[in-house]
Structure formats: structure tokens, C-alpha cells
């Protein structure tokens, strides 16, 4: 397995570098990004913008100004434009490569102290636990957004279904399958969408899938990629990793299930790339509905 500065040369010099020098600047990615699309700054596009900034960041010819990192950090990192891309570049690479290269630099610019500190309590669930409970009232927060992060919290506690196994419904058929459901308090994600887990649950139990909750995952690591923080990710992803094994020899699992479809499953596909591994989770982590797309449902879905 690679070590933290391994894999910042791999990123920097074989990641960023190798796919920026694949850009053809064509353009075709211009109409899928949503910051050019709101600026129309060729500045803040993919192919004229930030892929030649982050070139010349990495070649030494431009330094981390404030004008750099704001067009840097306007990015939302959707990855729409590798969708559109003729010549198949990797735009993440190349914004991986700028986090790694930067550091700090990026994590800092632009965000308030009470921000920076929580970048530094990710994974603390009593912060974000505390954090939840005060959010319609934190600065910053968008108006459509205050009190959704604390939805159902009060009816359905995520520390309810940690460290349990959900069976089959007796009047349900068995399907002898087992899933490992990726979930834990140490994650902003699962805490402010518990309702999330507990629909999960239901709805792959109801279909003949056995449920098994572990209270050892920890933050899939996601965040820390976005900040250039590789040695915390390699870590993160090499206990979530263990933690698969140990549950794997135990109960024997079928698949690894993330209940939406956000950056934890993407993070997950990063795990063989991080770890310099094969470990075929391309086949066995997926979110919930593509389970049920791969092995059918059983009848229709009915209410709650």
C-alpha cells in the first residue's frame, strides 16, 4: 500500500499533470458547468480556466494568489464536464492534484474561522451532534437548508441502529443475501439524514436482504480528498476497508450498501486507487437503488 507521500507524487505528477496535458480545450465541457454557466468567466470553466491554472500552478509558473484560488475554489467539483469530454480527462485528478499541491492555501481562502475549525472536527460526533442541533440558527447556513439538516433526529436516532442486525420480515421471502450498510455517526451526512438509514433498512430488508449495521465505519474520507489531506484519507480508507474484512469473515457480505447515492459511494470507488489494491468494489458497493435495479424488487414497494 502506498504511503501518504506516494500518493501525493502520484496525484501531483502522474494524476494532475498527465490529465491536464489531455485537454484538447474544445469547449465541449463549457455547457455542462455550472459555474462558467453562472459567470460565463472563461476563467471559471474547465478547459481555458482551471485546467491551465492548475498547469501552470503545478509547473511552477503561477503562484496560489487570491484571484487562483477563488476560481479554484468556485469549483463544486460535480464532474458534469468528464461526461461531455472527447478526449476523456479526468477533471478530478487535476483539481486532486491543486488540493494536494496547495494544502492549506485552498482550505483556508475564503471561509470564516468557525468553518475551518469544524474542517478540523469532522469526524467528532458529539461537535456534530451539537453542530445539527444549533444549525437554523449558524451563520451561512441557506434558508431552504436550516432545520432540513436535523430532519426526523428527534423520531429516528442513527445510535439506535449502529452495532445491529436487521433480518428479514417473516411474510418476506429470503433471498440469502447480506449487505453491509455504510453509516456512521462520525459523518455529518448520516447524522442529519438518519431518516435516510432507517428507509434503507426497510426497504432492503422487506426484499429478502439481511442488514447488517456496523458501529466501527468511520468518515469515508471524501472531505479530507477535497482538502489535499491524502494521509487522513489513505487512513480513513484503510480502516473502512478492515472493518469490510472483519465483517465480511463473520457474516460473509454480499454487498456494501450507501443509502444515496452521494460522495461516500464515490469515495468508496476510490478505495482500490488510495490503497493500490484490488479489492472489487465495483461490484459489491452501490447505493440502494441500484441494488434493487441489479436483483429486482419483490412486488411493489408499499407504504411505510
Not at 161 to 184: A, I, Q
Amino acid at each position: 500500500m502506498m504511503s501518504g507521500d506516494d500518493l501525493y507524487r502520484k496525484f501531483v505528477e502522474e494524476g494532475g499533470l498527465n490529465e491536464a496535458y489531455k485537454c484538447v480545450h474544445c469547449g465541449f465541457c463549457l455547457p455542462t458547468c455550472p459555474t462558467y454557466r453562472a459567470t460565463w468567466n472563461e476563467a471559471d470553466s474547465p478547459r481555458g480556466g482551471r485546467i491551465y491554472l492548475v498547469k501552470a500552478l503545478l509547473t511552477g509558473k503561477l503562484q496560489p494568489t487570491e484571484t487562483l484560488l477563488k476560481h479554484l475554489d468556485a469549483c463544486v467539483i460535480c464532474r458534469r464536464c468528464e461526461t461531455a469530454c472527447p478526449s476523456g480527462v479526468q477533471y478530478s485528478k487535476v483539481l486532486e492534484a491543486a488540493y494536494a499541491y496547495l494544502g492549506s492555501k485552498l482550505i483556508d481562502y475564503g471561509y470564516p474561522w468557525y468553518v475551518r475549525t469544524g474542517f478540523k472536527l469532522l469526524e467528532s460526533p458529539t461537535v456534530i451532534k451539537l453542530a445539527l442541533s444549533v444549525s437554523s440558527s449558524l451563520p451561512g447556513i441557506p434558508r431552504h437548508m436550516k432545520g432540513g439538516f436535523a430532519r426526523s433526529r428527534d423520531v429516528e436516532r442513527l445510535d439506535d441502529v449502529l452495532g445491529r442486525v436487521f433480518e428479514v420480515p417473516r411474510d418476506k421471502p429470503v433471498r440469502g443475501g447480506r449487505v453491509l450498510l455504510f453509516t456512521t455517526n462520525s459523518c455529518v451526512a448520516w447524522q442529519s439524514h438518519t431518516h435516510l438509514v432507517y428507509a434503507t433498512i426497510r426497504v432492503l430488508t422487506w426484499n429478502g436482504f439481511e442488514v447488517v449495521v456496523p458501529r466501527e465505519f468511520k468518515c469515508c474520507g471524501a472531505p479530507y480528498m477535497h482538502m489535499g489531506m491524502f494521509n487522513k484519507a489513505l487512513e480513513l480508507a484503510r480502516h473502512n476497508i478492515d472493518v469490510l474484512d472483519k465483517y465480511d469473515k463473520a457474516y460473509g457480505i454480499d454487498y456494501v450498501v450507501v443509502p444515496d447515492s452521494g460522495g461516500c459511494q464515490a469515495q468508496w470507488l476510490e478505495y482500490e486507487r488510495l490503497l493500490n489494491a484490488k479489492l472489487n468494489l465495483k461490484q459489491r458497493v452501490m447505493n440502494t437503488l441500484q441494488l434493487l435495479d441489479k436483483v429486482g424488487l419483490v412486488g411493489e414497494l408499499g407504504p411505510r
